[in-house]
């Protein structure tokens, strides 16, 4: 029997039509129903028709990536299969969060959407975005940020893979990191179409006003343990969850280390749960030899159970 762990995808994962073919049983129906009735508009119209404009905004991408996730995670539950560990990039933490029993799907669903409305509102004021450096080592790009940074602020904070690493800052700090990097022989140093400098130190005054949500929120010890994003290590305490997700708004996603946690404990499947197959890619990045096979449709969680059991 494989050991299987499930991990769930984050903001950039969305597309328009997403969580169309789960929505059809009894539980997506249903999910659909109760995120519509605590957001206040159809998510679910939002995930299936667009506009896609409308669908990549923040306050409105985490909501759905989270609702289509945690369906899936639902429709998998059901079938009787439960992984030895779960993980989220990023936002995918909030979902990953639900499958490990330390949090509602009702509070998951208002946390991001709060989470997602705060962010949104940081672009007015937090001035800068995000860039993906390929083909460098994290230590590398992080030398890089140090000699930028009298340019601007400009951090490396998703550590996605050992070739692949995001920074984010302010715009002069991300060109001057951008310059830099391409000089050093980087295979694609890019800006992304994000609106913000997510998980900087720009992000901190969003960390304060979430504290209190957070604070407020019911978090259980996770029943199925959790690897965070800012420790990459086994989470099951309701505080540390909660101190975690509070430090990961403006602390750093260290995905690579996070699988290779997993892979150490002998996980040997993975399961992206949710739209996309942005983690499923990074995952061969990491480790080509480890099978890690995407989940959001009816079809693809038979193929997910046939794996588990060959």
């Known amino acids: 029997m494989s ?19 789960i929505s059809g049983t009894e539980t997506g129906k249903r999910m659909f129903l109760r995120a519509d009735a605590i957001l206040g508009f159809s998510l679910s119209t939002l995930c299936f028709q667009g506009p896609e404009e409308e669908l990549k905004q923040t306050y409105n991408t985490q909501p759905a990536v989270l609702t289509v996730s945690v369906i899936a995670y639902e429709l998998l539950k059901a079938r009787g299969l439960k992984p030895e560990l779960v993980a989220g990039h990023s936002l995918g933490e909030y979902s990953a969060l639900v499958a490990s029993g330390a949090l509602s799907f009702e509070d998951a669903l208002r946390l991001v959407h709060i989470r997602g409305r705060l962010m949104h509102e940081a672009t007015k004021t937090a001035k800068g975005g995000m860039a993906a450096i390929v083909g460098l080592a994290a230590t590398e790009v992080e030398e890089i940020c140090r000699q930028a940074g009298g340019a601007g602020i400009v951090q490396a904070v998703n550590y996605n893979s050992p070739v692949q690493t995001v920074i984010s800052g302010e715009q002069a700090g991300l060109d001057k990191a951008i310059e830099i990097a391409q000089a050093r022989g980087a295979k694609r140093a890019l800006l992304l179409p994000v609106s913000a400098p997510f998980h900087s130190s720009l992000m901190d005054p ?6 209190p949500e957070l604070e407020a929120a019911e978090i259980k010890d996770a029943k199925i343990p959790v ?15 909660r101190q975690n997700l509070i430090r990961q708004v403006n602390g750093p996603v260290r995905w690579t280390d996070s699988i290779q946690y997993m892979l150490s404990e002998g996980v040997d499947l993975l399961a992206e749960i949710g739209p996309g197959k942005v983690l499923t890619g990074l995952v061969k990045q990491i480790n080509r030899e480890v099978a890690c096979l995407p989940v959001e449709s009816p079809e693809s969680i038979d193929s997910l159970i046939a794996a588990t059991q060959s």
């Open 3 to 21: 050991k299987l762990a499930f991990i769930f995808p984050g903001q950039g994962s969305q597309y328009v039509g997403m969580g169309k073919e």
């Open 206 to 211: 969003v960390a304060e006003k979430f504290q």
């Open 227 to 241: 690897v965070a994003n800012i420790t990459a290590r086994p989470e099951t305490k309701a505080d540390e969850i």
